[in-house]
């Protein structure tokens, strides 16, 4: 999985850059996930292209990443969702397991980001 990682306000931010469908191999986003934790970095944002489709597998990893983070004592943030993925994400009611920025900005001028 092509995937780019930097930081921003404490968080570990990876930006997905390939498009993610029922069919994608989730196991290495969730070795870059699992590293993470057990490297103390428990604050983890992700970022998907906005052609991304998150139904099915990828958003059963998903769930599996926040509950994993909260586990450890960290959190989940996903930023910049696609409109799609955004109203999936409301629908879900997906806001009970992770906050949702529309931008990197927000994130970071966010004073709370902890549930």
């Known amino acids: 999985m092509n995937v780019s990682i930097s930081s921003i306000k404490g968080y570990q931010l990876v930006r ?5 469908n029922s069919e994608t191999d989730m196991e290495s986003l969730e070795s870059i996930i699992i590293d993470s934790i057990n490297e103390g970095r428990t604050k983890v944002a992700l970022s998907f292209t906005p ?10 990893y998903l769930i599996r990443f926040s509950k994993e983070i909260e586990k450890s004592g960290g959190h989940l943030a996903i930023i910049e969702p696609s409109k799609n993925l955004r109203d999936m994400l ?4 997906f806001a009970l397991l992770t906050k949702v920025y529309s931008t990197e900005q927000e994130l970071g001028a966010a004073k709370d980001v902890a549930h």
């Open 16 to 20: 997905i850059e390939e498009d993610l």
């Open 51 to 60: 052609s991304s489709f998150l139904y099915g597998k990828p958003l059963r």
């Open 90 to 93: 409301e629908t879900l009611d």
